[in-house]
């Protein structure tokens, strides 16, 4: 029974940790966004609406990878121009403050979902930028580059319980 709630005791102190995280990097992701609609005019974050039309227009099943993109980099003036894939560039955003990366992209850790990781891989307009906020500085990736860059990697399963019914 002490193992038990000894157990319970260290996920109650995890989960605000775990929470505190997420919201730390959810900040970052956001600096990102801003570091980049100041230095890259043609950078926006499309509303759900748009991302559905390019998501079409490329072949991409918005269900399953909706998530997968942070914004856009246009090729055209306006998103009203928009006729195919040569017209923009998909943006997956990855942040760093790391204080140790003094050039993009060397240095940078990072996670990449299987679907983001995917979608890089198979289509040709999908770009991973890598942000460093305090540099106020990118850099953005192609895959074969991704691939030549990656000193190490390792594949993270995230569980899900279901409910008790």
Do not use: A, W
Request: net charge positive; aromatic share 12%.
């Amino acid at each position: 029974m002490t193992n038990f709630i000894l157990s319970h005791l260290r996920l109650i102190e995890f989960r605000p940790l775990s929470r505190k995280q997420n919201l730390s990097n959810l900040k970052t992701e956001k600096e990102g966004i801003r570091v980049l609609k100041s230095l890259l005019p043609s950078f926006f974050v499309p509303n759900k609406q748009e991302k559905i039309f390019l998501y079409q227009i490329s072949n991409i099943d918005y269900r399953k990878y909706s998530r997968s993109i942070d914004g856009v980099l246009l090729n055209v003036s306006s998103m009203c121009e928009v006729k195919s894939t040569d017209d923009f560039l998909f943006i997956e955003i990855k942040t760093t403050r790391s204080k140790s990366v003094t050039e993009l992209p060397f240095g940078v850790f990072f996670g990449l979902t299987k679907n983001e990781e995917d979608l890089f891989k198979s289509i040709i307009n999908y770009r991973l930028c890598i942000v460093h906020v305090l540099l106020d500085d990118y850099y953005l990736i192609k895959f074969d580059e991704y691939k030549n860059l990656i000193r190490s990697k390792r594949v993270q399963y995230q569980i899900n319980f279901k409910k008790k019914k």
